[in-house]
């Protein structure tokens, strides 16, 4: 399977008086993406919760390439880079008529829902369910360190 696609238009809030997407909304469009893909594979986020399990993140970053703009649409692109025994790390790419705009990669641990902060493992049934998204099967069942991102490239 490809990766998950999910195409967003710019809104006018977005963008800063420059006229270019703030900075600090391509975050808001990495979750927004996240959660998408959570409702295209599971249904929705609320079916996580539901198993009693929630998403922390760890880390994130971005790479800002070009500004995106008022009224642009956008591609983004999600693919599971690493499925550990408590963690995802995303990779994602934010893309306008085929040029890259962002890059990013967001580290999420899987937590308990009812003891916020006690790590859990991913379920066998939620790995399953994520796995046509991943981008190294193998990589799927590694509980190794994650990989940086100039070795998965």
């Not at 975050?27 to 959660?35: H, K, S």
Request: hydrophobic share 40%; net charge negative.
């Amino acid at each position: 399977m490809a990766p998950f696609v999910h195409r967003l238009r710019v809104r006018y809030n977005e963008c800063d008086s420059q006229g270019h997407v703030f900075n600090a909304n391509y975050f808001v469009y990495f979750d927004v993406t996240l959660t998408e893909l959570w409702r295209a594979a599971l249904g929705s986020y609320e079916a996580l919760t539901a198993d009693g399990l929630d998403l922390v993140v760890a880390e994130t970053g971005a790479r800002f390439r070009a500004p995106a703009r008022f009224d642009d649409e956008l591609e983004i692109t999600l693919e599971i880079e690493r499925l550990g025994n408590t963690s995802m790390v995303s990779t994602i790419e934010i893309a306008r008529d085929g040029e890259t705009v962002a890059e990013g990669r967001i580290v999420h641990i899987f937590v308990r829902a009812d003891r916020l902060g006690e790590k859990a493992p991913i379920p066998d049934h939620v790995r399953e369910i994520l796995k046509p998204y991943t981008a190294d099967l193998q990589a799927a069942t590694s509980t190794q360190k994650p990989r940086s991102p100039r070795q998965s490239r």
